[in-house]
Structures are given as structure tokens and as C-alpha cells.
């Protein structure tokens, strides 16, 4: 997901929050984490009154993985990332502690994409001689609009032409 956030106070750079997309609420990851204890439960004291002792053992172990996986997928969704362009400078932000993985004059950055025009497979900012990936968990064709948009602001802040869209 690319959201344009609002220009700061104190000038008119612009900021791109790159987010993955989140299919399921926190609410509904707790709901689909009660429709998979439920029927192991079930199965697990089934298991156990035919004399399996070890089943209720097997069933918390197998819960509490699916449990950690869960969170984990749902933590995963909190990434971000965050690039500014503003007057001579653009910088790449990351989560979780918004730390800048990439700042350089706007002049100097090159925009560099691997595989199809429309939905590329990389997304790469460079300039004397570092790079950065961007936006790498962000669908193909989501990738694409970011280059297309990224590669028009790159523009107009180094004062260059856009490159045309033949």
C-alpha cells in the first residue's frame, strides 16, 4: 500500500508510507485462531478418552505453534517504509526504528528497476555507489506505480525532464 502523506511544517517535501497490505483484522486473526483450536481441541479429548495420554500434550504444543506463527504474520504486517523528497535531499526510512537506510542529493539518485515495466520484480535507489531496495513487500503491480511516481518526483526535484512513458 503507497499512501502520500501530508508535507511537514516546515516545507514541502513529500512523503511516500510504503505498507504491506493486511488482509485480516486483529480481531479476525483471533477468530481464525479459535476455528483451528476448536477442532484440534475436539480431536485431541477424542483422542484421549480412546487412551492417547499424550494428545492433550500434542494438541497445546501444535496451538501454541500456530499461535506464534500467527503473531508473527500479523507483526510482520507493521513494517514500513518511509521515503522524503524534499529541497536536496531524499532519504529512506525504515521500520521499526525509522532509522534513515539511505540519504542522498535528488540530483544524484538513480532509480533502477529489474524485470517487466508495469510490474517490476526490484525496485532499486542508488547514488555514489550505495544502493537500496524499496518497497519489496509491496505487490508487482503496486511496485510499478511506485516506480512511475518515484521516477516523475526524482524528476522534478533535480529539475530534469520526465523520462517518457512510450
Known amino acids: 500500500m503507497i499512501d502520500e502523506l501530508p508535507p511537514s511544517v516546515t516545507g514541502n517535501?513529500?512523503?511516500?508510507?510504503?505498507?504491506?497490505?493486511?488482509?485480516l483484522t486483529s480481531r479476525q486473526f483471533f477468530v481464525l485462531f479459535v476455528l483451528i483450536a476448536?477442532?484440534?481441541?475436539?480431536?485431541?479429548?477424542?483422542?484421549?478418552?480412546?487412551?492417547?495420554?499424550?494428545?492433550?500434550?500434542?494438541?497445546a504444543l501444535d496451538l501454541v505453534i500456530v499461535a506464534i506463527a500467527l503473531r508473527w504474520v500479523w507483526r510482520s504486517?507493521?513494517?514500513?517504509?518511509?521515503?522524503?523528497?524534499?529541497?536536496?535531499?531524499l532519504e529512506v526510512r525504515r521500520s521499526p526504528d525509522d532509522a534513515a537506510v539511505f540519504a542522498a542529493h535528488p540530483y544524484w539518485v538513480r532509480l533502477s528497476t529489474t524485470g517487466e515495466r508495469d510490474t517490476p520484480d526490484r525496485l532499486k535507489l542508488g547514488s555514489q555507489g550505495r544502493e537500496v531496495e524499496i518497497g519489496s513487500f509491496l505487490p508487482a503491480c503496486e511496485r510499478g506505480v511506485l516506480a512511475v511516481r518515484l521516477g516523475a518526483l526524482l524528476a522534478t526535484a533535480s529539475g530534469r525532464a520526465p523520462a517518457n512513458e512510450h
Open 13 to 23: 517535501e513529500v512523503q511516500l508510507l510504503l505498507r504491506p497490505r493486511r488482509i
Open 38 to 59: 476448536l477442532p484440534v481441541t475436539a480431536v485431541s479429548g477424542y483422542s484421549f478418552a480412546l487412551g492417547n495420554a499424550y494428545a492433550p500434550w500434542f494438541a
Open 77 to 89: 504486517g507493521d513494517r514500513y517504509e518511509r521515503i522524503l523528497l524534499g529541497e536536496g535531499r
